[in-house]
């Protein structure tokens, strides 16, 4: 089975400032890659995806993460942060098996910015 | 806007009490999924659902009954319930295999237990 780690169970950082949010997985084969935010009492919404090709994948709301196999990571990044930001990020890792996809989860980051 | 609809938003119910939680979609994804999650916790997978068929069942409570009545909708049946119970239900579905394959998700049903 996948594991993903998610460094920093929270993190904090002052509008304006760069968010920098830290993924990695366990696996030995290419991974397909996610990212999900979720905002108080909603549910999760992808803000972006690796599945093959280019290795920096653009997402909604300026968000944009890095694929590298050598470090086996997936980080989250946002040149400025805004006061919208702030939520709950999930990275995740889809394994397809034979009884269909499964997804693992890591234990999330909840994002605050200071004005 | 969300495409996967769950309903009802909240429910309250008594520990012998039988409810129902229900969620569709309409983007023809042929596997549906039951996440329970608590507050500042990952979601944790209960049921999966693929072509209709059961695939997937991660150890839960027999209190915990899924349906997937059609490829459109899927149902969890809730039946004498534990106030460690009390959670946000999350329905998703996805497509089954293939390069794209991620997860959309509802707004999720949040349940209490009294």
């Known amino acids: 089975a996948q594991s993903v780690t998610q460094l920093g169970s929270h993190v904090s950082v002052s509008e304006g400032a760069l968010v920098l949010l830290r993924c990695n997985y366990s696996s030995s084969v290419p991974p397909y890659l996610f990212w999900y935010v979720q905002y108080p009492n909603q549910g999760l919404q992808l803000l972006l995806k690796?599945?093959?090709?280019?290795?920096l994948v653009k997402g909604i709301n300026g968000f944009e993460a890095e694929f590298k196999k050598s470090e086996t990571s997936f980080h989250l990044t946002k040149p400025s942060a805004h006061m919208s930001d702030a939520a709950e990020y999930f990275c995740a890792v889809r394994e397809l098996q034979n009884t269909g996809n499964q997804f693992y989860f890591g234990t999330g980051t909840s994002l605050t910015v200071i004005p | 806007d969300t495409e996967v609809t769950q309903t009802p938003k909240h429910l309250v119910m008594g520990m012998t009490n039988k409810k129902s939680l229900k969620c569709e979609q309409h983007m023809g994804h042929r596997a549906m999924y039951w996440y329970k999650q608590k507050a500042k916790k990952p979601p944790e997978l209960m049921f999966v659902y693929s072509y209709e068929k059961l695939s997937i069942n991660e150890s839960v409570p027999s209190r915990f009954s899924p349906e997937c009545p059609n490829s459109s909708l899927l149902n969890l049946h809730l039946h004498a319930l534990q106030p460690e119970d009390s959670a946000l239900y999350l329905c998703?579905?996805?497509?089954?295999?293939?390069?794209?394959?991620?997860?959309?998700f509802g707004e999720g049903s949040r349940l209490t237990v009294l």
């Open positions: 998703a579905s996805s497509q089954v295999g293939g390069r794209v394959g991620e997860l959309f």
């Open positions: 690796y599945t093959t090709g280019a290795t």
